[in-house]
């Protein structure tokens, strides 16, 4: 009887000590995947206001969301700078834009040359 | 400097910072154009009592839309005669962008039950616009572009003097100040995108 129970208590201890060990890198292991692998999209807006980008440097990571609005009275448009590799095209009043960031990227409006804003990836 | 124009800084004005402020930011021609059409105001207007030119809110919004036109008028021609890239979208975009001033100022002075009232100012700039636009369209090439961005970059201080030193103070609708207030900065881009394109002219 005595020596059943003793290995009970080894089974119940071996399992807990198992349960415990499994339990915690389990959720590190979430909390890894939550930064790297399946990533939680931010949203951010960048507003288009008296001939300006506010804020006109942005730090995200990638895969998150940018909205830029057009507060002014006058069309503008977000394009990258310089290469032109992507372009909101025309924005006109009122309007807005979304973009999912790939990569860091300076950008300006092609119809208003002054108008500059920058992307960071971190 | 010529006599009139003296006489306007000197009489007219009494504002010595706007003073200041106008000198710096006009070139002599522009500057010109702008105290002759306020000097004469001042001498054929109601409020000669006054020592300040003097506007109603129908008169500001008449200066406003003309003074956008006169710009519209200049990219049209750059737009038919450039053959310059840079200079071409520049005036595209004065034209765009004015037009745009000129629908809210209209869609405003709608609202507000305001009629434009055309007045010696808004005739002055529209008959000194005349003139250099027969000067624009007499010249062609790299001399064309040279004086079409030249003139871009003096008329823009030049209404960004008088729409900060003059139209702004004679307002007194706050809807009408505010509009013009909102022009202000699309006034300052298209300085510095001028200045920008000018830098290829130099
Ligand atoms: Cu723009």
Redesign the pocket.
Known sequence: MSRSYFFRSLLLIAVLAIGFISCAPTELDNSEEKGAGVPQQQEYTIEIKQ?KFIPAEITVHKGDKITFVNHDL?T??ITDDPGKTWTSSALPADESWSMTVTQSSNYY?T??PT?KGKISVE | MDEIFVTFFNNDFSNNKLKKMIMKKMTPAVMRSFAIAFALFTTTGPAMAQSNPSLTDPEVAHVAVVANQIDIGYADIAIKKSKDGEVVKFAETMKRDHTAVIEQAAALAKKLGVTPKDNAVSQKLLADADKTKKSLNGKSGKAFNKAYIDNEVAYHKAVIGAVEGLLIPETDNAELKQLLQNVVPALKAHLGHAEMVQKNYK
């Open positions: 001939m006058v503008h448009d409006c119809l208003h108008m």
